[in-house]
């Protein structure tokens, strides 16, 4: 190997470079920004980069979480410790709040993904966030695909795709008015894979139920949904113990699990290598509403 | 170990470039099978016999009711050779400067052709784009084979015109690859439809394409995005800590290495290199680290450390090409923000000093430049920074013109003007004496 070779660097340390200038950039242009972190595998990366990109200082800013209330238990466990350990400041984004006192009403099908946009851009407003990193990743769905890594918002919170600023090279302008904020996404150039790669090779905690393990579990709209206080099968499906884990965490009540014997991170890489559908395609019944639905909400002001 | 090649498309609307992506994400497997039901299910909905593939990537419902790009879509697909991010870009003119965008951090453009058309006004603006942006590797994929029979003359005839027209804009190694990305042919696998050409197909070219050059042989540039000062927060042994984090955007740099700090001018030398708790011999582009020297000199955010050996001079003069992506119209005497690398600095518009016409491949006259034009302006600053020609660094050569109102970017600009030079050497060359 000559020497331009060996100082070349892999694919997963550029994306790492990549995300820590995103995140530092944004450290030092902006008064205050916050990370938005649920305990899904994406934030959790993200917040880890956050972490290597200040060292030794600690993360600079808040987290975020917008809480549905239809949680996995372990999901908010391991989110309170991570907070904790890293010593955080966390806002806790509420829908359970709004629907008892009236702002926010339950859907008719009970799922509360939609739900999640106006208490995020409450939060924003109320905390005076100027910054929101999202986990967001580009692979994952064709509105995203067309997202800039800093993304401009106005003062409801809309993106409007038909109109995004320019982004040169890796020169990032996150200017804004009063009351806009920008939203950024250092991992839009991850896919699922390189996630997963990262977090092998990173050796990075992650909520257990990203593993293979037995669950009960229900069919609805052909994807397998736990069992649990706010997911009870309904006539007709049928309660089993299976072999299964998750690819995205979200709402519990909608986000399904797929069966899998991977219960180690090699075995979720070879899994995801070889995979034939998309994470949300898999996953997420509320994407499947509509052929723009993701797009549909990211107008409004979605993640 | 598999290298990373960054791709985005260019050309006139409708050309096929979106199709040609979708083509090479299906026929290299890299679609997934909801993904393709969904693009199946769009395209049967609207009467098409077979799946519309430019829906892989026009993925928002304006793109889908007008048939055609408006925003870059990034996808992304690996090879056993190669890692690719590629950007679709529109080709109307209204899209310009999204494709800029998508340009702007290409190894290589990907311009396409229909056989039928020939060299439009958006071929000739994409080509000057991928010139002035120095993207490495330009390939012409001359689209819509299929439709003149797979004929050679035509190809050869359209080859021909966009060459031409590539070299008055100063770029001269340039592929061009006979396609059909509706059916295939020449995509990933060769086509037996075109005997006549012996080249690679698209997908050969692209994974043996040399990689973009690896800049360590280059002067050590590191703008500084923030200073690293812990004081209490991360306990006693860190008390003191105090070191430079950025991205290095091109070169090597050592532990004792000599570095000289611009604007100031002060030196001092590097006694840390750290990344996130590991202490590092040695760093290079584009790796994102911390550095400690040994004197407390006064650093900020907005500061070029470089190599000792090799200190670019710092400037509030510069004269540079834009392109201009707002839609109102630059005239002399405007205010603007200029960012370079970490720094942001006002910015008076002095003069404009001609516009290219792509018609030609010349530079005009202009008092001013509209939506879309690629001109000279000469700019002043408020404040000097260490700018070097884009032709010789794609990272401290480059900048951004930002409203200080609205905080809209309103041009990408290069320091030099090694396009409009060029164009003018090319044109006065093929003047008759
Ligand atoms: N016959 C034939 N038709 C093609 C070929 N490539 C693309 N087309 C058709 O040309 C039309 C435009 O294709 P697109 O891929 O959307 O073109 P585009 O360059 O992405 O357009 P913009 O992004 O809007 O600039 C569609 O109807 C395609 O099916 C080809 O090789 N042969
Ligand atoms: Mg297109």
């Known amino acids: 190997m000559t020497l331009t070779d060996e100082r070349r660097l892999t694919q997963l ?65 391991f989110r309170d410790a991570t907070v904790e350990r890293l010593g955080l400041r966390l806002e806790v984004a509420s829908v359970q709040d709004y629907i008892d006192d009236g702002r926010l009403r339950e859907r008719s099908d009970g799922t509360r993904n939609q739900l999640q946009t106006q208490p995020l851009l409450d939060g924003i407003t109320d905390n005076k966030f100027d910054a929101v990193f999202g986990g967001g990743r580009r692979d994952e769905e064709k509105a995203r695909a067309k ?40 991992l839009s150039n991850w896919t699922e894979l390189d996630v997963w790669q990262y977090i092998a090779a990173e050796d990075i905690a992650l909520p257990e139920l990203y593993y293979a393990h037995q669950r009960e579990v229900f069919e609805r709209d052909g994807m397998l949904i736990s069992v649990s206080d706010v997911s009870q099968p309904r006539e007709g499906e049928t309660v089993e113990k299976r072999q299964v884990r998750y690819r995205t965490v979200g709402d519990a009540s909608c986000t399904g699990a797929v069966e899998s014997d991977a219960t180690t991170v090699e075995a979720v890489i070879a899994e995801v290598a070889g995979t034939r559908l998309t994470e949300r395609g898999a996953t997420r019944a509320d994407d499947r509403a509509s052929e723009a ?11 | 170990m598999r290298t990373l090649l960054r791709l985005a498309t260019a050309g ?31 395209s049967r909905d609207r009467g098409l016999a077979s799946a519309d593939l430019a829906l892989l990537t026009d993925g928002l419902r304006s793109e889908r009711e007008q048939g055609i790009t408006i925003d870059v879509a990034y996808r992304y697909f690996a090879t056993a050779e190669r890692s690719f991010i590629l950007a679709d870009c529109p080709g109307h003119v209204q899209y310009t400067r999204n494709t800029v965008t998508g340009a702007s951090t290409a190894d290589v453009v990907v311009l396409l052709v229909d056989v039928r058309h020939g060299i439009q006004e958006q071929t000739r603006r994409h080509l000057a784009v991928a010139s002035l942006l120095r993207v490495p590797h330009v390939v012409v994929v001359v689209n819509k084979i299929d439709l003149v029979d797979f004929d050679e003359a035509t190809y050869t005839r359209v080859s021909d015109e966009v060459l031409a027209s590539a070299r008055s804009l100063g770029l001269y190694d340039v592929a061009t690859i006979p396609v059909s990305a509706l059916a295939g042919d020449n995509v990933v696998e060769r086509s037996d439809r075109t005997p006549w050409y012996d080249g690679p197909s698209l997908l050969t070219f692209l994974e043996q394409l040399s990689p973009a050059g690896s800049p360590h042989s280059e002067p050590l540039r590191l703008p500084v995005q923030l200073v690293i000062r812990p004081q209490q927060a991360a306990g006693d042994e860190f008390r003191d800590y105090r070191g430079y984090a950025g991205q290095i955007t091109s070169g090597l740099v050592r532990v004792g290495d000599a570095v000289t700090v611009q604007p100031s001018g002060r030196s001092s030398t590097v006694t840390g290199i750290d990344f996130a708790g590991a202490s590092l011999d040695e760093a290079f582009a584009p790796q994102s680290v911390t550095l ?61 000093g001609g516009k290219l016409d792509l018609e030609d491949a010349r530079l005009l006259p202009a008092e001013s430049l509209g939506l879309n034009d690629i001109g000279h302006v000469t700019l002043r600053l408020a404040t000097p920074i260490p700018a070097e020609e884009y032709l010789h660094s794609r990272d401290t050569g480059a900048f951004l013109l930002i409203d200080g109102q609205d905080g809209g970017t309103l041009a990408a600009g290069m320091v030099g003007d090694a396009l409009l030079d060029t164009v003018a050497e090319v044109g006065s060359a093929a003047t008759p004496a």
Not at chain 1, 38 to 44: E, H, Q, R
Not at chain 1, 171 to 184: C, D, F, K, S, T
Not at chain 2, 16 to 25: A, E, F, N, P, Q
Not at chain 2, 322 to 340: E, M, N, Q, S
């Open chain 1, 13 to 77: 340390q550029w994306l790492e470079s990549e995300a820590i200038h995103i995140i530092r950039e944004v450290a030092a242009e902006f008064e205050r920004p916050v990370l938005l972190f649920s305990g899904g595998k994406d934030s959790v990366v993200m917040l880890h980069l956050a972490t290597k990109a200040f060292w030794p200082a600690p993360v600079p800013f808040p987290v975020m979480h917008v809480d549905t209330g239809h949680n996995f238990p372990e999901v908010l466990a």
């Open chain 1, 293 to 303: 639905a993701m797009e549909d909400r990211k107008k409004e002001g979605y993640f």
């Open chain 1, 147 to 186: 997202e800039r890594v800093f993304s401009l918002r106005d003062e409801f919170g809309q993106w409007d795709p038909r109109n995004q600023r320019p982004e040169l090279w890796n020169l990032y302008n996150g200017r804004h008015r009063p009351g806009e904020h920008v939203r950024v996404f250092p």
């Open chain 2, 12 to 42: 006139s609307v409708d050309d096929g470039k979106s199709t040609l992506v979708g083509r090479l994400l299906y026929d290299s497997k890299s679609v997934l099978a909801d993904q393709f039901d969904a693009v199946e299910r769009v």
């Open chain 2, 292 to 352: 400690r020297l040994a004197d407390d000199i006064d650093i900020s955010r907005g500061d070029l450390i470089v190599t000792s050996r090799s200190v670019p001079a710092v400037t509030q003069d510069i004269d540079g090409t834009i392109a201009w992506l707002a839609d109102h119209t630059l005239v002399p005497g405007t205010k603007v923000l200029l960012k370079h690398g970490t720094k942001t600095v006002q910015a008076m518009v002095k003069a404009i």
